[in-house]
């Protein structure tokens, strides 16, 4: 009966391993596309600001005054413990197109941040999966 028990624990937890493993390397998982929803919604959230008042937003008080409480309730707790970092960039164009190389958002929380690659939102409103010592560079440029 013991052994039974072991290999039903050691079951369960292989194919939590396993789900996890997968969830990973599968970018179309569930995980991988609330993340970059969350992150294109925050950033289209700056633009929005700008549109409705002028002035790019600077703080994470400033996206209150947009859309983005209605559309995500949970927004201001996840920029709050850094789970979806916003650089709040200078200079933006107002056409996201001219943005494509700028920083705006990233995923700084979770086990995929943790495993060495985020994803990032760019100016232009894509997301891509990069290692996280390429973000890293790319913050620091522009940091200089």
Excluded at 2 to 13: F, H, Q, S, T, Y
Excluded at 19 to 41: E, K, M, N
Excluded at 99 to 118: I, K
Aim: net charge positive.
């Amino acid at each position: 009966m013991k052994k039974w028990i072991v290999a039903m624990v050691g079951l369960g937890l292989a194919s939590l391993v396993i789900g996890i493993v997968f969830d990973y390397l599968d970018r179309g998982s569930i995980p991988h596309q609330a993340i970059q929803l969350h992150l294109r919604l925050v950033g289209s959230i700056i633009y929005e600001f700008h549109t409705n008042t002028g002035p790019w937003p600077e703080r994470a008080e400033d996206l209150a005054a947009t859309s983005l409480p209605l559309r995500s309730p949970y927004w201001k707790q996840m920029l709050d413990q850094g789970i979806i970092v916003v650089v709040w960039p200078k200079g933006l164009k107002p056409d996201p197109k001219e943005n494509a190389g700028v920083v705006l958002t990233y995923d700084n929380g979770g086990l995929f941040a943790r495993l060495g690659r985020v994803w990032v939102c760019w100016g232009d409103l894509r997301t891509e999966y990069v290692k996280v010592e390429d973000l890293r560079s790319k913050l620091e440029a522009v940091s200089k």
